[in-house]
């Protein structure tokens, strides 16, 4: 990839999930992709242009990319660390990053270079293409954070956010923890109006939209695994809390 070499290297993809398989489309022209995923037939992942490989296979490549939910991080860290060679640069996808950056950091060889990044968008907000998509790259381990960097703004036209695990987390407890937590209400309170509806509220379900598909642990990830979404969350329910009952006082006065 160009962001270690003049000429493509082989990119170990451990995870063909939804986002596994979004990574790989576009990562195709740039690398030799193998990729290793128990749950899905070798013969999908040949389907989309990658040679399927074993876990030993996938770890083995110069970069390794995890595309794994941060639920069973820990168990792929500890699977893949055998296989790995040094000087190797392991990346993760994952929707938080101070307790991925965690996991790596305390499980990877310490020969092996760490990049956190998250990318701030998913299957349904890239069909039309990555340019202008912005991501989030978190050094963690070794100096090539700026160099994948490059690479993902040069190549796939993205806008790169470097950023700290921690500076990420703490602006995403808002702007995805309330994004998905909202979205799950409104999913809850279906069937919506669809005929008579304003512009307004047909941004709102767009957004909706957007992330309802999302795999249960991408919501999980969010709400639980982030160690600022719950304050988060407490002050969105205390302010809600507190409009519901201004409404309830003025409803009351009104009837006296």
Known sequence: MPFLLDTPVSVGLIGFGAFGRLV??????????????????SGVIAEAGAVP???AEAAACPVVILATPVST????????TPHLRPGALVLDVGSVKVRPAEIMRAGLPI???????????GPQSARDGLRGLKIAVCP????RARRVGAFLRRA?????????????????AAVQGLTHLIAKVLVAMEPLPTRMTTRSFDLVMQAVGMVRHDAPEVYHAIERENPFSAEVRRRFFDLAAAMNAELGEGASRREA
């Open 24 to 41: 790989a489309a576009h990562l195709a022209p740039h690398a030799d992709l193998r990729v290793h995923d128990p749950f899905v037939p």
């Open 140 to 143: 963690v381990r070794g100096e």
């Open 53 to 55: 490989a074993t876990l």
């Open 156 to 172: 796939l036209g993205l806008t790169v956010i470097l950023t700290t695990p921690e500076a990420h987390d703490r602006e995403a």
């Open 73 to 80: 991080l820990a168990a792929v860290v500890e699977g893949v």
């Open 111 to 121: 020969d092996v270079d760490i990049v956190a990044t998250h990318p701030l968008f």
